[in-house]
């Protein structure tokens, strides 16, 4: 690919999705600026890598690959198939049972249930430590609509049902050094979080990445104050919510 159908590219996913671009990045630098830091660390960078950070800075292009796996053809194999569809007993015994150190998990190919998020693992931390009895525990799991994930543990099934569908072009920008713990994966986790926001208030992408990067809870994010950076965006969306209406008053 020449220089040209990558910018056409960007064009093209700029159009589609604004929001990418609005997030921090590193600074786009100029010939003079690049010659400097080749003499300062005594490298001569490839034409093309200069002409990139000249229009784009150092941040990240990478591609999203999309995979289809046929969870039907799994299921109905001869693999070794666990799924759990509540957060039921059993479903706490074996997230225990691993948090525990337990490798039970290797008995199965594929296992399919509730991710242990933010929303169920406070119960599960306060029944292992003993606060909670396993009644009580169950009686507070219950009532959680679980978010589905499929664990593979078995090559054979991703090389059978996993199948490359397409790979999609998505920039990631990094954060301007003036933000300590800045990484890739916040990057991503910061985009979903404003597309979140941007429906809940019925905005664009836009002025949702505003209110963002202007809050108290990005603070607390990007500076590791407290535990809200481990929380789910939906999570962190709620205390955007309730941070709004407390300058509303």
């Not at 890598?49 to 784009?56: L, R």
């Amino acid at each position: 690919m020449n220089f040209d159908n990558f910018n056409t590219l960007v064009d093209e996913c700029r159009a589609k999705k604004p929001i990418l671009f609005g997030l921090e990045h590193d600074k786009i630098l100029c010939a003079e600026e690049i010659e400097q830091l080749e003499k300062t660390v005594h490298i001569a960078l490839p034409e093309k890598y200069k002409e990139f950070i000249m229009n784009y800075g150092g941040g990240y292009f990478g591609y999203a690959n999309i995979y289809s796996l046929d969870i039907d053809a799994c299921r109905n194999s001869s693999f070794n198939y666990l799924h759990f569809t509540t957060y039921d007993a059993h479903w706490l015994d074996f997230v225990v049972a691993c948090r525990q150190g337990n490798v039970i998990w290797q008995d199965y190919d594929i296992i399919e249930g509730g991710i242990a998020d933010d929303r169920v693992i406070r119960t599960i931390d306060l029944y292992m430590r003993g606060d909670y009895t396993r009644e009580e525990a169950l009686s507070r799991l219950i009532h959680q609509e679980p978010n589905n994930q499929i664990c593979i543990t078995n090559q054979k099934v991703i090389d059978e049902h996993l199948h490359f569908v397409d790979a999609i072009l998505l920039p990631f920008p990094s954060l301007s050094k003036e933000i300590p713990n800045a990484d890739i994966v916040m990057q991503g986790k910061y985009y979903s979080i404003v597309e979140l926001l941007a429906t809940r208030l019925h905005i664009s992408s836009l002025q949702a990445l505003d209110i963002f990067y202007n809050s108290e809870s990005y603070q607390r994010i990007v500076h590791r104050l407290g535990d809200l950076y481990l929380m789910s965006d939906a999570y962190i969306v709620d205390e955007l919510m309730r941070e709004l209406q407390k300058r509303q008053g």
